[in-house]
């Protein structure tokens, strides 16, 4: 017994002194410890990324179990949760956000976060081990289409979220409130839509089946919903009508449908609905205006409609009184015209004046031109198209009220007319008659 005592002692001993020359020959032949592969913290190793709203994470978030000195313990396996820690937009994180670690690390596949913010941090924790924050990052909205109105703009995301700012005293933003934002909020609803137009004090859209839906001001019944009452949240456009686009003016909407029939709703006073002289002066309904045109876009303005027909003609109807119609007359009508000069158009935008793209590039305007907003270097009127002659090629273009801007087909960005506010973009308060570069390259 004791001779086999001895054997055990001496077999201790032997094993001791193996594991203290093994710490010792890891770390540079000094005699010591090592320190246990035990959990002790999690770390992030791969920081989240800038990205956009519902965009995922790239590359995939990383998160590291180590031991007391920091050290990733291999072979871990403890599950990890991540969350939002710093949460300035009012996010949430979307994806899978609990995995178990994998030698000693997890790695988070898919991850999104629905609110823009700036500086949106995350957490990690697993169990008793000491937490970890990531490095700070931004969830931008990446919008892909604008609209400017009257006192708003909505803008489009990839997925067919609707966010607008601004003004508010109608329910403009579509939140379900009447408070103004000065950063984008999202619309209520939870729609996917298409595409979408701020007007004077509404807002409307199409969504992705090509329902339409519209929200803010509804005293002339431009909501079409039926109703005269202002909504804070979308309301569906009655009729039962398919959507391909639709424009939101001063105080009347408008709307192509998929087989190319325009219609039209709201204030009615000028003839801008396009029924005719018996129509009423509002209508909180869709009416089909005359003609049997097809076309393939509208453009509302202040009080006027144009369109382009799926030929290239363009026609304008309801208010005349600088020439925004294009027919060589000041002359009212409450049936569309054919817009004189024989040109084939692109598109039009309909402001308190109207302007359009030819075919090929080229940009004409007519109607009031009291601070340029024509773009041909002078401030008359003009009830006929006028060439912009700035040897430019548009892709594009936008009627403000009493301002002009296009983007060219190179990209730029181009600005006309008045500047009162700076909304040429060009560092000045001056009014421009001819095209002037937007600043900021």
Known sequence: ?????????????????????????????ETGPTTPAVPAQLAFTVQPTNTTIEATISPAVQVEIQNAAGVRVAGARDPVTLGIGTNPGGGTLFGTTTVNALDGIASFSGLAIAKPGRSYALVASSGSLAPATSAAFNVVLGLVALSAGGSQTCGLTTRGAAYCWGDNGYGQLGTGTTTASSVPVLVSGGLSFAALSAGGNHACGVTTGGAGYCWGYNGYGELGDGTGTNSSVPVLVSGGLSFAALTAGGY?????????????????????????????????????????????ALSAGLYHTCGVTTGGAAYCWGENGAGELGTGTTTNSTLPVLVSGGLSFAALTAGHHTCGVTTGGAAYCWGDNGAGQLGNGTMANSSLPVLVPSGLTFAALIAGWIHTCGVTIGGAAYCWGANNRGQLGTGTTTNSTVPVLVAGG
Request: glycine letters at 20%.
């Open 1 to 29: 017994m004791v001779s086999d005592s001895k054997s055990v002692a001496r077999k201790a001993w032997w094993l001791l002194s193996v594991g203290l020359a093994a710490g010792a020959a890891g770390c540079g032949g």
């Open 252 to 296: 009347h909407t408008c709307g192509v449908t998929t087989g190319g029939a325009g219609y039209c709703w709201g204030y009615n006073a000028y003839g801008q609905l396009g029924n005719g002289p018996t129509a009423p002066v509002w209508s909180a309904v869709p009416l089909l205006v005359s003609g049997g045109l097809s076309f393939a």
